[in-house]
């Protein structure tokens, strides 16, 4: 579905402020997981990552405070 719709972008290196597109090291394309997208599927995924990172934060001593998950084809 995110493929058919065209919704799924060229993967790059670096981040939103210096992305490098290069299909020589990605030829990928990804679409970013996001609460903004009001994804019920992709929420309840969150909400468990949400949990585990509170786990571990409380439990090793991480310092976790912050993640990103993406499809990628």
């Known amino acids: 579905m995110l493929y058919a719709g065209k ?8 981040n939103a402020a ?5 299909q020589l090291l990605r030829s990928d ?18 909400d468990l990552v949400d949990d585990f990172v509170l786990y571990l934060n409380k439990t090793c001593y991480t310092g976790s405070i912050g993640y990103e998950f993406h499809y990628a084809l």
């Open 18 to 22: 210096a992305a490098v597109h290069n």
């Open 29 to 46: 394309i990804i679409y970013w997981l996001d609460r903004s997208h009001n994804n019920e599927y992709e929420n309840d995924f969150l």
């Open 7 to 14: 919704q799924l972008q060229h993967a790059g290196t670096g």
